[in-house]
């Protein structure tokens, strides 16, 4: 049984792809020490993964993450991206009943490669204990933090069985993660990677104060450019706004929003906003709405696209 999970995740693999699986099964396998490194490379510190693993294992994982932020700069080569989807969306992608190819256009993903929805079995789906979380110095979520989710085949079985962080779970519960982490105020992304057979494959609900991704985001003002709109931006109805300043309080994950205190309003950064949708629902007035807006590409809305 081990080996054939194993066998189905090589077997993924075409031909002219299969040295990549060698990259899959180290990143599945030791996501923890994975964002740990990744971190250490960015000058971030955080807490040490609480498994140990032997050190040459740590530097195949070191070289791993060189060679991701190597081809990382240009749209044309990246490797490892995510799109940023609205929580139906991402509810959609935890749903789909049977299996999907959908090739995406460059408008969906604006990558040059991994931009295809391939779901075998999706009703198999694995979540786990967020590992940026794990090894973040201060975690913004309680134990057991399981908000990171694998999605289809061969991934969701072989992390399940693979990474004891990881469990099989359900579509109906994969949904209650999505909904519950939107109302904590993350970021739902739908995971692309190269290494990972070239297509989607997990759906994460990130934090500024944890996430790798968001941090390295902010902090270097999105030139590294690894994430993309959901298709959507924040918009503020000025009749509805009373400027009580909650949107601007440290809620947007990507610093969009500010208050301008003169015309007692909030201003959205239109360059900035993702249309993660975090702030959505939490105006009390509902001023705030995300509104479709063709400049942050097309939504990665299965249905529709379907
Ligand atoms: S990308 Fe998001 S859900 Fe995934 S491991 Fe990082 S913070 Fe956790
Ligand atoms: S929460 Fe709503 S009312 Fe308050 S500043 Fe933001 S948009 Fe305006
Ligand atoms: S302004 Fe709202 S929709 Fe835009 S990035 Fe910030 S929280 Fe997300």
Redesign the pocket.
């Known amino acids: 049984m081990h080996h054939e999970i194993s066998k189905g995740l090589f077997d993924m693999f075409p031909m002219e792809d299969k040295t990549d699986f060698y990259s899959a099964y180290l990143y599945m396998k030791y996501a923890d020490h994975f964002l740990h490194q990744g971190a250490l490379s960015m000058g971030m510190a955080g807490r040490e993964p609480k498994r140990k693993i032997d050190e040459a294992l740590v530097e195949m994982i070191k070289f791993h993450i060189q060679e991701i932020s190597e081809v990382g700069m240009s749209r044309e080569t990246n490797v490892y991206h995510g799109k940023l989807v609205r929580t139906k969306d991402a509810s959609q992608l935890v749903s789909q009943k049977g299996d999907l190819t959908l090739p995406l256009s460059e408008s969906v993903v604006p990558f040059k490669l991994a931009r295809d929805v391939i779901l075998k079995n999706p009703e198999s789906i694995a979540v786990g204990t967020c590992p940026c979380r794990m090894v973040s110095g201060n975690p913004c979520l309680p134990e057991p933090m399981e908000v990171c989710m694998f999605v289809g085949e061969p991934f969701a079985s072989f992390i399940a069985e693979q990474n004891p962080y990881y469990r099989k779970t359900t579509q109906e519960e994969a949904v209650h993660i999505i909904e519950t982490t939107h109302k904590q105020g993350c970021v739902h992304s739908a995971f692309f990677k190269k290494d990972m057979g070239n297509r989607f494959y997990a759906i994460c609900n990130c934090c500024k104060c944890c996430c790798l991704g968001v941090k390295i985001w902010n902090m270097t003002g999105g030139s590294y450019p690894y994430f993309t709109a959901s298709g959507y931006v924040s918009t503020?109805?000025a009749s509805?706004?009373?400027?009580?300043?909650?949107?601007?309080d440290d809620l947007c994950p990507f610093n969009a929003?500010s208050?301008d205190e003169e015309a007692n309003?909030?201003v959205i950064d239109f360059e900035k906003c993702l249309g993660c949708g975090v702030?959505d629902s939490?105006?009390?007035?509902?001023?705030?709405q995300l509104r479709r807006e063709p400049a942050k590409g097309e939504p990665l809305d299965i249905q529709a696209l379907k």
Request: aromatic share 0%; hydrophobic share 45%; glycine share 14%.
């Open positions: 503020v109805d509805k706004c009373d400027g009580c300043g909650i949107c601007a929003i208050l309003i909030a702030c939490i105006c009390p007035t509902g001023a705030l």
